[in-house]
């Protein structure tokens, strides 16, 4: 398909106009006009991008692209290295930031519930990104802990004062910490999300719910992968997701 085709459809299906972002969503680096091989990944990092090249790749679909609104402006060291490798090779770059956190089927949240077990109930948060509902059946903290641990294969690290029962619970993948307060007036017994702030300790053992950190990476590594693999049935394109693993 075109490349303009691409784009268009991506920011009609995830709604890209009516979010507020931090930079720039959809096309970042433009390359050949037409095509046929679609890679993913959660950052456009230099292994991501070489990966790709190596797999053949004429765009590259990701999470965490380039342009964002506190970095220098300047193409130099880093980024020049990585915009130029998408120039040297005419492969596009397209980036997806809060629209693919928020949207209701492809998104890394619908997605990270989904995977885990929970029921979605409801939205919150600004641009209702993050999400509360419940678990399909209530657990106790270590038994979610474990649950988590074993289906991101990575140890969250978890404040509570105790280790209650856990029926509700409010998620928000990534670096979405700043909502706990949020989840906590919606009454949940815990809230998931990707990184914690040291403020969070207090507020997680002052309030009674309790806070897990599964990493940033590790809770925003399905959305783009539902976006590939609904792209490549749509449109009978190749498709491979390229995962870097991120301690963070």
């Known amino acids: 398909m075109r490349l303009n085709e691409l784009r268009d459809y991506i920011g009609s299906e995830l709604a890209v106009s009516r979010f507020r972002d931090y930079c720039p969503n959809g096309l970042q680096v433009e390359g050949r006009a037409e095509v046929r091989r679609i890679a993913t990944g959660v950052t456009a990092s230099q292994a991501v991008l070489e990966a790709a090249t190596a797999w053949g790749a004429d765009a590259i679909l990701v999470h965490h692209g380039y342009f964002w609104r506190s970095e220098d402006a300047t193409i130099a060291g880093i980024k020049k290295r990585r915009i130029a490798h998408l120039l040297a090779h005419d492969i596009s770059l397209l980036a997806y930031h809060l629209p693919l956190d928020a949207h209701p089927d492809l998104g890394n949240n619908a997605r990270l519930g989904e995977l885990l077990g929970f029921v ?24 979610l802990t474990q649950h988590i641990q074993h289906t991101l294969q990575r140890a969250p690290q978890v404040i509570a004062h105790a280790n209650p029962d856990i029926a509700r619970i409010a998620w928000c993948s990534g670096g979405g910490q700043g909502y706990f307060d949020q989840a906590v007036a919606l009454g949940v017994d815990a809230f998931l999300t990707g990184e914690i702030s040291e403020q969070n300790v207090h507020v997680a053992q002052e309030s009674g719910v309790a806070f897990i950190a599964a990493g940033h990476h590790a809770t925003e590594r399905y959305g783009i992968q539902a976006l590939g693999e609904h792209l490549a049935a749509r449109f009978g394109l190749e498709y491979r997701f390229f995962d870097q693993d991120n301690p963070v």
């Open 120 to 143: 979605e109930q409801g939205r919150f948060g600004e641009q209702d990104i993050a999400v509360h509902g419940v678990l399909a059946r209530p657990q106790t903290l270590q038994q």
